[in-house]
């Protein structure tokens, strides 16, 4: 194949030159497009456009596939643990136990969040969605830390990332025992990264909280698996408004924001409460495939469908089978897996669903393991959250590290020509 394309528009042909990655994808280069023909490009959804070209992950959608710096999900789920992939993507390679020690060291002197942020925590109506305070937290904590702004060193870069690592588990931590009017607490630098966000979450006032290793995997697990996804919507959230130098705390709350949303990490929480109602409903799955498929109906099926895979999301596949085995070691059974699994093997048959290759994705199984932990179903996608923390960390360092533009689309105005003013009111 040549190196470059050509593209005709009128009687003019103009070349532009190839990219390939290291997995053979290919891309146009058109960073001249516009100065050498005038036009631009339209991509609703940017379904075929590349914002950057990136080292951190690699999927293949038809085929299945994810890796985080080379790795296979299924070997980091299996082998490796949280902070050691959160290392991993960050800073590209998998730590020495000299390495990870100094890391979780740094991390736990961060460890604590200044106590005037508990005023801003208190102002919140406890009904809130922890994902708007956490993203209001997280934004706060740039005023607590103006260090941590505009920083364009690796040294200064390292500083904030350890800081958002210590104090972002104690934000999730406080988000849901304000809602549930517990006292605000700390971890401990005896426990690890993931026994210290459960004994946080769920610590009571008047007693020890005893550590579940059952629990500790499955988090441990989860977290892996929700770690990084390339440019989805909330990475590229989050690399946008960190090309405008705006800071990392910033542009991750931003990328909470973008998270929430029910088409994106916010399907997990969506996926439980569409189980429930199906529940309710006396398990009639039917209906429920029937207004996903129903045109005019907004309902989807949340938990199903991939902007990128066009296969099985090899994440739900390991969250299902987690599933029942969290479950069955927890000695929980959930009706509603019965139910998710049924509705999985009618969409996996229905040819709507088979047409349009929508298959479950992270978003369908997360939210059974997360409720037999005793994890309330809004915290679900704060919990998506904590395992897409070093993902938007490793993002935002690359960018950043390579000096990135600030991103900035082009559009097509479709709106009125010239026209002069003349006043409704003042003639
Ligand atoms: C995540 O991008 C990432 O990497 C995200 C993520 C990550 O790790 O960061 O993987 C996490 O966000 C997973 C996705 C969670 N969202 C949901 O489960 C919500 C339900 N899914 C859909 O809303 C949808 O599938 C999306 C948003 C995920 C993807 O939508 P696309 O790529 O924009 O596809 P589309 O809307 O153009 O749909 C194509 C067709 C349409 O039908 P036609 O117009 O061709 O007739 O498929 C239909 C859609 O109506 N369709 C669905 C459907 N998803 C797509 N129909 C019913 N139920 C669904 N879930």
Request: aromatic share 10%; proline share 5%.
């Amino acid at each position: 194949m040549s190196d470059i394309a050509k593209l005709q528009i009128g009687e003019s042909t103009y070349e532009f030159p190839l990219i390939k990655g290291t997995e053979n994808e290919t891309a146009i280069d058109i960073k001249t497009l516009r100065d050498t023909t005038g036009a631009v490009t339209i991509d609703p959804g940017f379904k075929n456009t590349g914002s950057c070209q990136s080292a951190i992950t690699f999927l293949d959608g038809e085929k299945g596939i994810l890796r985080y710096r080379g790795y296979a999900i299924e070997e980091l789920a299996e082998k490796a643990d949280f902070l050691e992939v959160a290392y991993l993507l960050i800073f590209g390679e998998l730590p020495t136990e000299e390495q990870l020690n100094k890391f979780y060291s740094d991390i736990l002197d961060q460890a604590i969040v200044d106590d005037d942020v508990k005023k801003i925590l208190d102002a919140f109506p406890k009904n809130a969605h922890p994902m708007g305070v956490l993203s209001s937290l997280t934004s706060a904590l740039t005023a607590f830390n103006p260090s941590s702004v505009n920083v364009d060193s690796e040294e200064d870069m390292y500083k904030a990332i350890v800081k958002i690592m210590g104090k972002f588990p104690v934000l999730v931590a406080w988000t849901l025992r304000k809602k549930q009017g517990l006292p605000l607490n700390y971890g401990s630098r005896k426990l690890g990264y993931v026994e210290n966000i459960l004994t946080m979450m769920f610590q009571k006032p008047n007693d020890e909280y005893e550590l579940n290793p059952i629990m500790i995997n499955a988090l441990d697990k989860l977290l892996i698996l929700h770690a990084d996804h390339e440019q989805n919507c909330s990475t590229s959230t989050v690399r946008i408004v960190g090309s405008s130098h705006a800071g990392l705390f910033a542009s991750l709350s931003a990328g909470i924001s973008a998270l929430w949303g029910p088409l994106h990490g916010g399907a997990n929480q969506a996926v439980l409460e569409m189980l429930e109602a199906i529940k309710a409903d006396g398990g009639d799955t039917k209906k429920y495939m029937a207004k996903a498929k129903d045109k005019n109906d907004p309902f989807r099926l949340m938990g199903f469908g991939h902007r990128v895979y066009k296969n099985f999301d090899p994440r739900a596949r390991i969250i299902k089978k987690a599933a029942d085995e969290v479950l069955a070691d927890l000695g929980v059974s959930d009706p509603i897996l019965d139910i998710a699994k049924g509705l999985e093997r009618e969409a996996l048959e229905d040819q709507y669903f088979v047409d349009r290759k929508l298959y479950p994705n992270v978003d369908f199984y997360s939210g059974i393991i997360y409720r037999a932990m005793g994890i309330p179903v809004e915290m679900f996608t704060v919990m998506f959250a904590l395992g897409r923390l070093p993902g938007w960390i490793a993002q935002w360092r690359e960018m950043r590290l390579r000096k990135e533009p600030i991103g900035r689309p082009r559009q097509v105005y479709t709106g009125y020509n010239y026209r002069p003013f003349v006043g409704k009111i003042n003639k």
